[in-house]
Nanobody, 124 residues
Framework: QVQLEESGGGLVQAGDSLRLSCAAS????????MGWFRQAPGKERENVAG????????TYADSVKGRFTISRDNAKNTMYLQMSGLKPEDTALYYC?????????????????WGQGTQVTVSS
């Protein structure tokens, strides 16, 4: 059973950068499509970015395009989300997730494994 653990969240000011990490244990990630999601209080969980098993294909929500970069290092069993130009509206609990089959990957319900989340808070 794959277990995911996020790290790297924190309290930053608008315009700052953060890098989130998602480390896997109990299995290898190199056959999984992976995604980053976020959930703000009172809002639904939304897909922020996704990356194919080999890192060749990436997708981003319109709200983060040009500011966030998703990447992965299968040798380290780790995925990353580099966030720059952070805005107060980026404040949320950020989750990483993994799914074997890359279909409808913007839907949280498609994913097989989830981390516990890491909080990102951006002050204005």
């Amino acid at each position: 059973q794959v277990q995911l653990e996020e790290s790297g969240g924190g309290l930053v000011q608008a315009g700052d950068s953060l890098r989130l990490s998602c480390a896997a244990s109990g299995g290898t990630l190199n056959s999984y499509y992976m995604g980053w999601f976020r959930q703000a209080p009172g809002k639904e969980r939304e897909n922020v970015a996704g990356i194919s098993w080999n890192g060749v294909s990436t997708t981003y929500a319109d709200s983060v395009k040009g500011r966030f970069t998703i990447s992965r290092d299968n040798a380290k069993n780790t995925m990353y989300l580099q966030m720059s130009g952070l805005k107060p509206e980026d404040t949320a609990l950020y989750y990483c997730a993994a799914v074997r089959t890359a279909a409808s990957v913007w839907r949280a319900s498609r994913y097989d494994y989830w981390g516990q989340g890491t909080q990102v808070t951006v002050s204005s």
